[in-house]
């Protein structure tokens, strides 16, 4: 299966179990990425293979016909969709354990991502247990893989129990300050990855992001040093960053005639130069807006701040290399 297709599919999955009501095709249609840009006829060939290959894989998709709608709705009911209670052997529980911390293609956390967004931006209530990364309760949680270079010395470090020395740069800051810490984990949350331990130079138990951690990851001091205290949450670490990212406004420029979802998510938009208009778009994490510009190609421009622009400059050079 291409990765075109099997990215419709699982945007086509998130879509119907995050609505709360069921969608018509043509609302799937403009919801759902991969759908959008297919003539009438194309689309609804397409729409009718990927209904009857979910179907076939087990994923239930439920026909609603309203009286008083012309057209049939669509929505997957998450009680059919979930799988019953389970039992697993010690072993088999921790292999599933350790496979559940990887994603295996991060670009699906952002397409997911960016599902979810448009169905809001068309107007569409849904239900943010779904694809949010809310906890194990979710239908679908975001992860993504372990391509963070940081990430097989953190692992090893744990596993060591080693203390181990880095270079951090701070959330909406290019400051970058050398950090020590014990490492008690390595925990995805949201779409990404991050260390939850102990840092020596705060005095705290903190978390970081593996995303911000620049240059090599060094130990220091002997295996075995490191003890977990009992009882640690390492998700409820996660839940709570080591800094607090404040809101901000970032300055787009957008492609006249493109890019819907964006201007109605945006706080204002205004007639631009050439072809261009600019939109005012709030965000907290520069990383995570970078995600959402790339996937818009040649339609958008960061102009401001800095850190967002760069954010998708490291992503476009990343994507070319």
């Known amino acids: 299966m291409s990765r075109r297709k099997t990215e419709r599919l699982l945007n086509l999955v998130i879509c119907l179990l995050a609505t709360r009501r069921p969608l018509s095709a043509e609302q799937i249609r403009h919801a759902v990425p991969g759908y959008d840009r297919e003539g009438d006829e194309a689309f609804q060939r397409m729409f009718?293979?990927?209904?009857?290959?979910?179907?076939?894989?087990?994923?239930?998709?439920?026909?609603?016909?309203?009286?008083?709608?012309?057209?049939?709705?669509?929505?997957?009911?998450?009680?059919?969709y979930e799988l019953p209670e389970i039992t697993l052997e010690p072993d088999e529980a921790a292999v599933l354990g350790l496979a559940a911390q990887v994603w295996q293609r991060a670009s699906l956390a952002e397409a997911a991502s960016g599902a979810?967004?448009?169905?809001?931006?068309?107007?569409?209530?849904?239900?943010?247990?779904?694809?949010?990364?809310?906890?194990?309760?979710?239908?679908?949680?975001?992860?993504?893989?372990?391509?963070?270079?940081?990430?097989?010395?953190?692992?090893?470090?744990?596993?060591?129990?080693?203390?181990?020395?880095?270079?951090?740069?701070?959330?909406?800051?290019e400051s970058v300050r050398s950090r020590t810490v014990e490492p008690w984990g390595v925990v995805s949350r949201r779409g990404?990855?991050?260390?939850?331990?102990?840092?020596?130079?705060?005095?705290?138990?903190?978390?970081?992001?593996?995303?911000?951690?620049?240059?090599?990851?060094?130990?220091?001091?002997?295996?075995?040093?490191?003890?977990?205290?009992?009882?640690?949450?390492?998700?409820?670490?996660?839940?709570f960053p080591d800094e607090a990212m404040e809101e901000r406004v970032a300055l787009i420029?957008?492609?006249?005639?493109?890019?819907?979802?964006?201007?109605?998510?945006?706080?204002?938009?205004?007639?631009g130069a050439g072809g261009w208009d600019e939109a005012e778009l709030s965000f907290t994490d520069p990383e995570r807006l970078a995600g959402w510009m790339a996937s818009l190609g040649s339609d958008v421009e960061v102009a401001e701040p800095p850190d967002a622009r760069e954010a998708v400059i490291r992503r476009l050079k990343g994507a070319l290399a």
Not at 53 to 76: F, N, Q, T
Not at 197 to 218: K, M, Y
Request: net charge positive; glycine share 12%; with cysteine.
């Open 48 to 80: 009718e293979r990927d209904k009857n290959e979910l179907r076939e894989i087990g994923i239930p998709i439920d026909v609603v016909r309203d009286p008083w709608e012309d057209e049939p709705g669509y929505r997957i009911e998450r009680t059919s």
């Open 192 to 239: 990404r990855w991050y260390l939850a331990g102990f840092d020596r130079d705060r005095d705290a138990p903190r978390a970081f992001r593996l995303s911000r951690i620049t240059g090599q990851v060094t130990t220091v001091g002997r295996p075995g040093a490191v003890e977990v205290p009992p009882g640690v949450d390492l998700r409820a670490m996660v839940g």
């Open 253 to 271: 420029r957008v492609r006249q005639g493109t890019c819907e979802g964006l201007r109605q998510l945006a706080r204002s938009v205004h007639p």
């Open 116 to 173: 979810l967004l448009k169905l809001r931006a068309g107007g569409v209530a849904t239900d943010d247990a779904v694809g949010t990364g809310a906890g194990a309760g979710g239908a679908l949680e975001l992860r993504v893989d372990t391509r963070d270079p940081a990430f097989p010395a953190l692992w090893d470090a744990v596993r060591d129990r080693r203390v181990v020395r880095f270079d951090y740069r701070g959330a909406g800051s």
